[in-house]
């Protein structure tokens, strides 16, 4: 189950954005139309995704994404935003690490795709981070591992003495084996 919070300051925008979206079983929506409400909401409850209107009266979708950002910097953030000066935009979107910029009016089908490939992304974005963590967990228990041999083989190295034929065979009490 993913969870998508949505921030718009209009409410018929919201509720057609709800319609769009309740269609998909595993998509649990939570729809806001305020700012401050949503914000005391991620702290609080984790989501996958948030989308957020560009020009709200409380604050602008970009720096709320970016308080999102502080808050769960694995979620997801598109800007949803009929404001078409994308210059202006362009700076606060990188800023904020937003996925995607969607245009008022969207097409149905696009506002799906863009959801599905934020979560799909996200998704790649986390199992990177889990793998590299476990690399990270493994380098370490490799260097200790490393570190308690190099020891052994200072204090006793006749355990680690090896004697190895032209052949690469190992050789046993001074017999070279032959075969």
């Known amino acids: 189950m993913y969870r998508i919070m949505i921030v718009d ?12 979206l309740k ?5 649990e929506i939570e729809t806001y139309d305020s700012v401050d409400k949503a914000l005391k909401r991620v702290q609080t409850m984790t989501f996958e995704l ?9 604050m602008d979708g970009v720096k709320f ?10 979620a997801m953030r598109i800007i949803l935003s009929g404001f078409t ?3 202006a935009l362009l700076g606060a979107i990188n800023e904020a690490e937003i ?26 974005l986390v199992e990177n981070r889990r793998l590299a963590d476990q690399v990270r ?11 308690a041999l190099e ?3 200072e204090q006793h190295p006749q355990l680690v003495e090896v004697d190895w034929a032209d052949d690469g065979s190992i050789v046993v009490d001074g017999a070279i084996p032959t075969g």
Not at 99 to 124: M, N, S
Not at 140 to 147: A, M, N, P, V
Request: charge should be negative; include cysteine; glycine fraction near 2%.
């Open 23 to 27: 269609k998909k079983d595993d998509w």
């Open 137 to 147: 967990q493994q380098q370490e228990e490799l260097d200790k591992r490393k570190t």
């Open 50 to 58: 948030v989308i957020s209107d560009y020009m709200m009266p409380e």
């Open 85 to 87: 000066e994308l210059r």
């Open 99 to 124: 996925f995607r910029y969607i245009c008022k009016p969207w097409d149905d089908h696009d506002l799906i795709g863009t959801i599905a490939q934020a979560l799909q992304h996200r998704e790649v």
């Open 65 to 74: 994404l970016n308080e999102v950002k502080e808050f769960q910097p694995d």
């Open 151 to 153: 020891r052994l083989a």
């Open 9 to 20: 300051d209009e409410p018929n925008i919201l509720s057609s954005i709800n319609r769009v």
